[in-house]
């Protein structure tokens, strides 16, 4: 379904801005067509009672039929022919049977003459098209004739108002141009809309283009920061005053960030530097040790602290490699990693892999592996390496026919210091570092690890790439 609420900023505040001055404009586009419209009518109904009104209280009823004889003698078929309709006299209501009223104008027409003291029996006020209507449509023909245009199809319509007076049986009708029609009210609210919309689209658009492109250029840094931890690319505040002051704060929390994480680097090469000369020079003196099963153990103690110290340190570092990502062919990586554990006799099987090359780095992702494939000999006594494209991912997976993970501990294997075997024997097991540094080296590249127990036994670890 196509998204109809735009996602960004800039697109969620002009949709807003835009829906509400279409309401506020759709209201006051009604109250402004409603008042031109009655004005309009007003004008209308105006000019047809002063009409009337002027042959009742003046010339009266005889002046009708006079006036139209003294006319015709006069100007003949071509008298006035832009000027306005006679008034006539009719015996009956202009309003056809099925002709609708305007009964505001009806209310009117009947109000004005009552000022004026004239009292009214019946009104009837109808609009008809110029087409409609026979007397507007011959004096709209005799128009276009006088101007030449013979075949011009008159458009436009007429008013038509019959009043029949307190008294009398016959009706005083008259007629008043009415050019254009109602669109030509509507048409400039239509324009006047667009124009309100062209401008404050325009204005809208400049500022919020001046608030994002500082937002957008922060969010880029944040995203660039968290992947590298690289702090030597400084933002420069721009923008509103608001934005500046964000700036500003993000590139003094960065700075403080960036620090504490060289202290950190620097206090665990310290350490690991302090721990492992007195462990190499231990391993020397236990040479001298007679016992050889208790040479072994010494030794083995030593290597396991050793071993633990790597994944300590290598768990610290993971968030700043050091190396590059490189592209590469990943179905023949984790090839080489099983081929190592092959020619150490270990059970390792390598499943169906995909060949596929992908930027990522190497180093780190062996890594991953190995802490994988040990702790499925570990715990399964065996290990099979596989590789899919799952839509845009790519899974490699590693399952084991162990006991499997308790479903109430699957999350919190991956926490650092956390083991299944709760004894920590390191016959079982190390420090309890493998899944956590695998987890920390998949999320540094865009992934994740994911723990689920097999239907038919064991483990399933699977350490999902984007591709």
């Known amino acids: 379904m196509m998204q109809l609420w735009p996602r960004n900023m800039t697109g969620q505040l ?39 009104a002027i042959e009742v209280e003046v ?78 449509l011959a004096r709209a ?92 690319e400084r933002l420069e505040p721009d923008g509103p005053e608001d934005v500046r002051r964000l700036i500003d704060a993000h590139n003094a929390m960065e700075a403080r960030i960036a620090s504490m994480l060289d202290e950190k680097d620097v206090m665990l090469g310290a350490i690991g530097h302090d721990l492992k000369t007195p462990l190499a020079a ?17 030794a083995g ?4 602290i050793v071993r633990s110290l790597d994944d300590i340190l290598s768990l610290a570092r993971v968030g700043r490699p050091g190396d590059a990502p490189e592209r590469t062919e990943l179905s023949a990586l984790i090839a080489s990693v099983v081929e190592e554990y092959e020619d150490m006799g270990k059970p390792v099987e390598l499943a169906e892999c995909a ?10 992702l062996r890594r991953a592996l190995r802490n994988l494939i040990d702790n499925a000999l570990r715990y399964g006594g065996v ?13 490699i997976r590693i399952d084991d026919d162990g006991p499997g993970i308790p479903e109430a501990d699957l999350g919190r294997m991956t926490d650092p210091f956390t083991r299944g075997d709760p004894s920590r024997n390191t016959a079982t097991g190390g420090a309890g570092l493998g899944l956590a540094l695998a987890r920390a080296i998949a999320e540094q590249h ?22």
Do not use: C
């Not at 290990?383 to 899974?395: E, F, I, T």
């Open 141 to 232: 023909r005799q128009r276009a004739a006088y101007l030449g245009n013979r075949g011009h199809m008159p458009e436009g319509s007429v008013m038509i108002a019959g009043v029949r007076i307190e008294g009398r049986q016959d009706w005083l009708v008259a007629r008043v141009w009415m050019p254009g029609d109602l669109q030509d009210l509507i048409w400039p609210l239509i324009v006047q809309t667009v124009l309100i919309y062209a401008v404050l689209v325009a204005v809208l658009a400049l500022v919020m283009r001046r608030i994002t492109q500082p937002l957008a250029r922060l969010t880029r840094r944040v995203e660039s920061f968290a992947r590298t931890r690289n702090s030597a």
């Open 383 to 395: 290990a099979r390496v596989s590789m899919h494209r799952d839509g845009k991912d790519l899974r």
């Open 282 to 298: 231990l391993r020397v003196r236990i040479e001298s040790v007679p016992d050889e099963a208790e040479r072994a153990k010494m």
């Open 301 to 304: 103690t030593i290597e396991d």
């Open 14 to 52: 002009m949709l807003a801005v835009a829906l509400a001055l279409l309401v506020v404009q759709g209201f006051g586009s009604f109250f402004v067509y409603k008042a031109q419209y009655e004005r309009r009518e007003a004008e209308f109904v105006h000019s047809a009672a002063f009409r009337i």
């Open 355 to 364: 060949r596929m090359v992908v930027s990522l780095r190497p180093t780190w």
């Open 59 to 136: 010339e009266g009823e005889p002046r009708l039929a006079g006036e139209r004889a003294h006319d015709h003698a006069m100007h003949g078929d071509q008298r006035r022919p832009f000027g306005r309709f006679r008034l006539i006299r009719s015996q009956g209501s202009p309003a056809r049977p099925d002709e609708p009223s305007d009964a505001m104008a009806e209310h009117m027409l009947k109000r004005i003459l009552a000022d004026r003291g004239i009292s009214v029996a019946q009104v009837a006020v109808i609009h008809r098209s110029v087409r409609d209507d026979p007397q507007a």
């Open 446 to 467: 865009g992934g994740s690890l994911v723990l689920a127990n097999r239907a038919e036994g064991g483990l399933r670890a699977e350490i999902v790439l984007p591709g």
